[in-house]
């Protein structure tokens, strides 16, 4: 009894006891497995980016389309539909070559704006007698780039550099191929002779190149180890072995360069666009000088009223922004003119520049010439709406691309430049009311002649006189015309030099069908906007002899000295402009002669272009 009664008594608590020490061990456990396993789920599912290396090609990608965002903001102004249509029309021609054999491919695109102070685009490269000059040095991949990225690629190939530490890039190159060779060499027992040989020389480049980073840096020996190398590396190719792995390694590279190029292409472009339509801070310094001046001296009192308003005087027009692109415009026409008396230049601008404009050109004399400064702003409001840009336009520039398949199924293109006039062309009646005759010119041109026979021209019915480009048709750029009735074999005109007939401006309503046409493209969504100005003057150009005018100064380095010598008026039309340090240095002497290198003001903003 008392020994059952004992047992009876103790089990309990030893019972209590253990399941207490159980209770404690478990917990201890779990507190060591719980952390443990969240650890490892915290691993396994959310992979930080410390652990998961980031592959470099996503690296370039990223950076590759920031690059391609701002190449959009400061690219194309053209609808978004129109865009789209241009890149499905890209796709469908390199897809299908069955389809392209039957009827060629065309795209037009607009080029990235110019002027700093402007939103839209204002010109690029154009002109069909500067391109005939350049079609027989320009191959075929200097074409395809030029359809992408405009004249970037004709400027980064006539300033193309040499390559800077060519002999370390060889080393790189050798030592990666090297490298994906070895592996699948050391697999075969009969080449360990070779694998020993390119181990020993992957081992001496490294080493090279862990303390040399620049050509200076190499050792003397340096071309004996890299012929030793590649060497090596021809007799690697010529053993038979599973190249799976060479395979892989050496797409690897190729993949990896080819992103890095388009990178740096994307990127080389952007700035190539940034650079050009960035006011130099030479120029922006001289607009602020004469702006400033303008208010502090108020004994400039030169202007000729009566003159502006008199019919029977040859009136000149130049919408510009630029002080010294306009100035180079008057001085060169008035330099070249049998009687500069009769010669009345306006200079249309917006409010932002009007006051530097105003005080610079009642300081300067341009022989017996007059020169009139106009406030364009306060015109505008009367005739633009909310579907056209409240603001002063400069002409308005497009790149033409036919893409297709020639006889010998090889794929060709052609590139052609057109510039046309922009919405505030056509608030020129109501500006100048009591003119009926002017003539317009763009602020990127030198004149080399006089213009005086331009007065006696009889134009017939034709509104407009204009240097036509026929090698661009109507029905070429019907995908950007909409749905608007035209006749597809007019031919495509360009601004520059323009004589146009103010009166039967005003009988025909040109700007009232202007307005028209702008409204129902921007409405229907349809077509483009900026090529209204093809539609609105069909049939009413009139042909100017082609010696008349020599345009691509701005893009196209293949021009004889004959043909600009010729030329009464030279078009800087083009990105590479003579006043930006992108323009081309040859071109540049024609324009420069015209700007006085001894004005003060010129001196010192340091406007050296």
Partial sequence: MKGGGGGGGVGPGKRRWRFLAVGVLFLVVLSMLVPLVFLLGLHNGFHSAGFVPRPHTTTSGDRSNHVDNLVRKLGPTLPKDILK????????????????????????????????????????????????????????GLR????????????????????KDSMVKKLKDQLFVARA???????????????????????????????????????????KKSERMEATIAKSKSVT???????????????????????????????????????????????????????????????????????????????????????????STVMHARDSMNQVFHVLTNGQNYYAMKHWFLGN????????????????????????????????????SFHGINNASAMHSRTQYISIFSHSHYLLPEIFKN????????????????????????????VMGAI????????QVRSYLGESSFHKNSCTWMSGLNV?????????????????????????????????????FQDLIYALDNDWVLSGLGHDYGLSTQSIKKAAVLHYNGNMKPWLELGIPKYKVYWIKFLNPENQFLNECNVNP
């Avoid at 102070?117 to 490269?125: A, D, G």
Wanted: aromatic share 8%; hydrophobic share 35%; charged share 25%.
């Fill in 85 to 140: 249509h241009y890149v499905n029309e890209a796709k469908n021609e390199t897809s299908s070559a069955n389809a392209t054999r039957k009827s060629q491919k065309k795209k037009g695109t607009p080029v990235p704006p110019q002027v700093v102070l402007q939103p839209l685009s204002k010109r690029n490269i154009s002109g069909d007698g500067g391109k005939a000059g350049m079609k027989g040095g320009i191959n075929e």
């Fill in 144 to 163: 395809l780039c030029e359809l992408q990225y405009g004249s970037y690629c004709i400027w980064h190939e006539e300033n193309r550099e040499d390559m």
């Fill in 181 to 223: 060779y070895y592996p699948s060499v050391a697999k075969i027992p009969a080449q360990n002779m070779l694998t020993r040989d390119l181990r020993q020389n992957i081992q001496e480049l490294e080493r090279v190149l862990s303390e040399s980073t620049t050509d200076a840096d190499l050792p003397p020996e340096i071309q």
């Fill in 241 to 331: 072995m599973d190249c799976h792995n060479v395979d892989k390694k050496l797409r690897q590279i190729f993949d990896l360069t080819e992103d890095e190029a388009n990178f740096h292409m994307k990127q080389s472009a952007f700035l190539y666009q940034l650079a050009v339509q960035t006011m130099p801070k030479s120029q922006h310094c001289l607009s602020m000088r004469l702006t400033v001046e303008y208010f502090r001296d108020d004994s400039f009192d030169q202007e000729l009223p009566v003159k502006y308003s008199d019919p029977t005087l040859q009136h000149y027009v130049i919408f510009s922004t630029n002080v010294i692109a306009s100035t180079v415009v008057i001085n």
């Fill in 365 to 400: 004399t341009f022989k017996d010439a007059v020169v009139e400064v106009l406030n364009i702003d306060p015109f505008i409001p009367d005739y633009y709406d909310k579907t056209t840009p409240s603001h002063l336009n400069l002409p308005t520039e497009f790149r033409v």
């Fill in 435 to 462: 003119l009926e005759k002017v003539v317009v010119l763009d602020d990127d041109i030198v004149v080399q002649q006089d213009l005086s026979t331009l007065w006696s021209l009889n134009m017939g019915q034709k």
């Fill in 468 to 475: 036509q480009i026929c090698s661009v048709r109507l029905g």
């Fill in 500 to 536: 146009i007939d103010l009166a039967r401006w005003r009988k025909l309503g040109i700007s009232e069908t202007y307005w028209k046409l702008v409204k129902e493209q921007v409405s229907k969504k349809e077509g483009s906007a900026a090529l209204a100005s093809l539609l609105t």
